[in-house]
Nanobody, 122 residues
Framework: QVQLVESGGGLVQAGGSLRLSCVLS????????MGWFRQAPGRERDFVAC????????YYADSVKGRFTISRDNAKKTVDLRMNSLKPEDTAVYFC???????????????WGQGTQVTVSS
């Protein structure tokens, strides 16, 4: 049983930064590609970024390229999302996900966390 727990959300002013973190328990972390998604009120859940099992390959949504960075630490079983130059339109609930395909592209979320709220004020 895979469990994912996110942390690090909060309220930040536009232009600021936040770092989200997600820890996986229950299975071998390095077996999974990991990803981040977000869902704003009234909208569908959107892909944000993903990273392969060894960290060598990453993909980003166009809307966050150059501002967000995904990284992972297989020893700590964590995946982080560093978010810089935040905009009000980045406001959403951010979800961590694990893909049983270690390369994870196209990313398929087999397991999901509960989400963490990120609010960017203008």
């Amino acid at each position: 049983q895979v469990q994912l727990v996110e942390s690090g959300g909060g309220l930040v002013q536009a232009g600021g930064s936040l770092r989200l973190s997600c820890v996986l328990s229950g299975r071998t972390f390095s077996s999974y590609a990991m990803g981040w998604f977000r869902q704003a009120p009234g909208r569908e859940r959107d892909f944000v970024a993903c990273i392969s099992w060894n960290g060598d390959t990453t993909y980003y949504a166009d809307s966050v390229k150059g501002r967000f960075t995904i990284s992972r630490d297989n020893a700590k079983k964590t995946v982080d999302l560093r978010m810089n130059s935040l905009k009000p339109e980045d406001t959403a609930v951010y979800f961590c996900a694990a893909d049983s395909d270690p390369m994870g592209w196209p990313f398929a979320g087999n397991y999901w966390g509960q989400g963490t709220q990120v609010t960017v004020s203008s």
